[in-house]
């Protein structure tokens, strides 16, 4: 059983479309990360939130994480071919030692 | 500088031989973990070093051994593996567990048992 689950599994979109991934467990974490991997490559950080209802923003995507600390999302606008990857949420459990929990990962696609 | 590098980009070896994977940060991070991932999977945590100590080993079979010469440095090696065990590994660093969660993962290793 995933602590984390990862929803949708699977996204298919067009060039300039949005996307909404969602991230839940009924864990708290005290913070959660959020990476992008390419075929063949590792995994890249994209951005960590710690406190709850915090929001940011890294150019198109913005990054919320829930106000309980259990749950987080990543909305992508106007998504472009480059934003194709693998999208995996990790967190990190409250006196976990820092070990990280990941979800089973959304693969997005974006076609021109 | 983010940068974790990991060496041999791809391997390939049979089943009776010993090989070993790589793994390199200049961040000053004390913190170094081993992950095995399988294709269309989540990253699986292997083994985890801090201060240079091995802190968390995940019932990792003993045909993977794990060795950190120096807080720089982390390898993996590899004895009498099983077609199983071809995968992506992946090497990834963080600050120090007490201070930084955040943990940035090298390209990783292919390997193929054959």
């Known amino acids: 059983t995933q602590l984390l689950e990862q929803s949708p599994q699977f996204l298919s979109i067009q060039e300039g479309e949005n996307l909404t991934v969602y991230c839940n467990s009924s864990?708290?974490?005290?913070?959660l990360q959020w990476y992008r991997q390419e075929p063949g490559e590792g995994p890249v950080l994209l951005v960590t939130?710690?406190?709850?209802?915090e929001v940011k923003k890294l150019k198109r995507l913005t990054f919320q994480f829930g106000d309980a600390r259990k749950d987080s999302s990543l909305h992508i606008t106007a998504a472009q071919p480059g934003d194709t990857g693998l999208y995996l949420c990790?967190?990190?459990?409250?006196?976990?030692?820092?070990?990280?929990?990941f979800g089973a990962g959304t693969q997005v696609v974006v076609t021109p | 500088d983010t940068e974790v590098t990991q060496t041999p980009k791809h391997l390939v070896m049979g089943m009776t031989n010993k090989k070993s994977l790589k793994c390199e940060q200049h961040?000053?991070?004390?913190?170094m973990y081993w992950y095995k991932q399988k294709a269309k999977k989540p990253p699986e945590l292997m083994f985890v070093?801090?201060?240079?100590?091995?802190?968390i080993n995940e019932s990792v079979p003993s045909r993977f051994s794990p060795e950190c010469p120096n807080s720089s440095l982390l390898n993996l090696h590899l004895h009498a593996l099983q077609p199983e065990d071809s995968a992506l590994y992946l090497c990834?660093?963080?600050?120090?567990?007490?201070?930084?969660?955040?943990?940035?993962f090298g390209p990783g290793t292919r390997l193929t048992v054959t």
């Open positions: 990834a660093s963080s600050q120090d567990p007490g201070i930084s969660y955040e943990q940035y």
């Open positions: 864990s708290v974490f005290s913070s």
């Open positions: 939130v710690v406190t709850g209802g």
């Open positions: 990790a967190g990190v459990e409250t006196d976990s030692w820092g070990k990280l929990q």
């Open positions: 961040m000053g991070h004390r913190a």
């Open positions: 070093y801090s201060y240079e100590k091995l802190s």
